[in-house]
């Protein structure tokens, strides 16, 4: 049986119609030889986005009963959805139109009319061979649940249950520490532009503990994660008795396990630990802390301190972007206690990225704080050895030394990578699906990264991160709704397939899997998100990506080409 094809030019305003001859296109596209086994219905209309052309073309598909559906208009990224629910509406399979982009591509960039109209001719005849080869797929919808584990429980993990939290969706919030709150729960005092005060974490970890749809796990670990996006088979290992059920399904997965410091022993040029006086930023906070003061070992206040940034940001070749506020915090602190301390605060560059921290670092240095830049930085103990960046060598004496050490990924970072089968970045943190565009989901469908796992972060910028992936699951993963997964997939054909496994290792989304009983590699659907990568690598051409087959794209080409 002939197909019938509809195929609807969009003047799209003057935009089209002033720069291509329409009606050249109707006379044309019927008479090509290559299209007389079908039936072609070609037709203009001022603005099909519009209401007026919506119905409009709604009504021509249901009155005509085409078969398929050519739209030349704008942008797909603009209105690809639009015509793509008009065939929904009339039951034409959307998998069996095209929409062809002859604004941009053709009548806005050819100045001559007539070269603008042939190339709009080649590209609507690739579109209807296309479609002529393409096969109708049907999207499944399944079940979701709409539970959320978090793993972490420092201010990013909490932010991040608390924002999801609620009577239809429960959050699993595990912990593998004793106590909630993680590194940001140790701060006597947050920056000024973080308020100051550091109420804010108790308050959001009270609140934490009291919200019942919030079951909070401490001294706990993930044991194994198995499922995708909407259903993902949770098991926990947690060291408390009180704690049976441990096995559960939730919908998504955040990772929120933060970050650690530096090792500073490991920087020779320190000499960490090796004299009594030299103290890490966190050390000095959990004095704070516990005993409201900076004091020696002695009991004594210091007279003296020295401040030194950037410990290993050369051997991590990375800035932690917070330790520059995180010293002039200490050094305001410092100054508060005591009117007479001196401060010497070594830097290399400072990193202020927001006005309050500029107008601070304004405040520190106004109240007596000694800023010295310096090319190269060395202790020995309470002696510092420095090069100023005009490479003058200088020395000082303090009675304490405060190292600020940068951020690195925390220790149980690839562990859990390797069980959620996310990438880790070069520099040993989550890495992002892309760092502009999708900065807090992975590769793996309904698996997120929040705060300092996926590279340096304050708690600002943690906190927000927290929301944008709440804001990204709550959307997504609406109570009671189901999900449709992506249709456009890949299948292995597997008479073809010689079990090499290259698609397996090719594969970003861990979407392959091996059945050694027949020899043969599987795609898991639910998990393919069709890049098609597998298809391109496969030697034996076993793979066939739905939607972008080999005789669909040689046609497009053959027929834009003709
Ligand atoms: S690459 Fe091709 S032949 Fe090798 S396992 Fe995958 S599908 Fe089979
Ligand atoms: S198309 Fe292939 S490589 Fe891409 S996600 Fe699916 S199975 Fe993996």
Redesign the pocket.
């Given at each position: 049986m002939s197909a019938k094809i509809g195929v609807y030019i969009c003047e799209c305003g003057p935009n089209i119609a002033d720069n291509i001859e329409i009606d050249a296109i109707i006379d044309t596209l019927p008479s090509l030889e290559a299209f007389q086994n079908e039936e072609l219905v070609v037709k203009r209309f001022k603005l099909l986005c519009s209401n007026e052309g919506k119905e409009y073309l709604e009504r021509e598909i249901r009155e005509n009963e085409y078969s398929h559906l050519v739209v030349a208009a704008c942008s797909p990224r603009d209105h690809d959805s639009t015509f793509i629910n008009i065939c929904k509406k009339t039951n034409l399979n959307p998998y069996l139109y095209k929409m062809v982009n002859i604004r941009e591509q053709c009548a806005w960039m050819i100045p001559d009319k007539e070269k603008a109209t042939r190339k709009a001719i080649q590209y609507i005849r690739g579109a209807i061979g296309r479609v002529l080869k393409q096969s109708e797929l049907f999207e499944k919808e399944l079940d979701s649940n709409p539970d959320v584990l978090v793993i972490g429980g420092g201010i990013s993990g909490i932010e991040t249950a608390l924002s999801l939290a609620g009577e239809k969706r429960k959050v699993y919030l595990v912990e593998k520490s004793a106590e909630l709150g993680g590194k940001a729960a140790k701060f006597k005092k947050l920056l000024p532009r973080q308020g100051g005060s550091s109420d804010i974490i108790g308050k959001k970890i009270e609140e934490v503990i009291k919200d019942e749809n919030i079951d909070i796990f401490t001294e706990t670990e993930l044991e194994s994660a198995v499922g995708f996006f909407g259903n993902f088979e949770i098991s926990l290992n947690c060291s408390r008795d009180d704690r049976s059920e441990t096995e559960f399904t939730v919908g998504a997965i955040v990772a929120a396990t933060g970050f650690e410091l530096t090792d500073a022993a490991k920087l020779s040029q320190y000499k960490y630990k090796k004299d009594n006086e030299v103290y890490t930023s966190l050390e000095i906070e959990d004095m704070i802390k516990s005993e409201g003061k900076v004091t020696l070992r002695s009991g004594k206040e210091p007279e003296s301190v020295g401040l030194i940034h950037c410990v290993g940001r050369e051997e991590k070749g990375y800035c932690s972007q917070i330790c520059c506020n995180y010293m002039l915090k200490l050094a305001s602190f410092l100054r508060k206690q005591s009117d007479s301390i001196e401060i010497k605060d070594f830097y290399r560059d400072l990193c202020l990225p927001h006005q309050q921290d500029q107008d601070f670092f304004e405040e520190v240095r106004g109240g007596g704080t000694e800023f010295i830049r310096t090319a190269d930085v060395k202790i020995k103990g309470t002696h510092i050895e420095y090069t100023e960046i005009d490479k003058k060598k200088n020395e000082a004496d303090v009675d304490m030394v405060i190292l600020s050490p940068a951020m690195e990924a925390g220790k149980g970072t690839e562990n859990l990578a390797e069980l959620l089968n996310i990438p880790l970045s070069e520099t040993g943190f989550f890495k992002e699906e892309h760092q502009q565009l999708n900065p807090v989901e992975t590769s793996i469908e309904g698996i997120f990264i929040t705060g300092a796992c996926r590279g340096p972060a304050g708690i600002s910028e943690s906190m927000l991160q927290a929301q944008a992936a709440s804001g990204k699951i709550a959307a997504r993963l609406i109570p009671g709704k189901k999900i449709v997964p992506e249709v456009k997939v890949s299948e292995?054909?597997?008479d073809?397939?010689?079990?090499?496994?290259?698609?397996?290792e090719?594969c970003p989304y861990g979407a392959?899997i091996?059945d050694g009983e027949r020899g043969?590699?599987v795609v898991n659907e639910a998990v393919c998100r069709g890049c098609g990568n597998?298809a391109g690598?496969?030697?034996?051409?076993?793979?066939r990506a739905k939607h972008f087959t080999s005789p669909q794209i040689y046609r497009e080409i053959i027929e834009a080409i003709r």
């Open positions: 292995i054909l597997e073809f397939c010689v079990g090499c496994q290259t698609c397996m090719i392959i091996f043969v590699c597998c690598s496969c030697p034996s051409g076993a793979i």
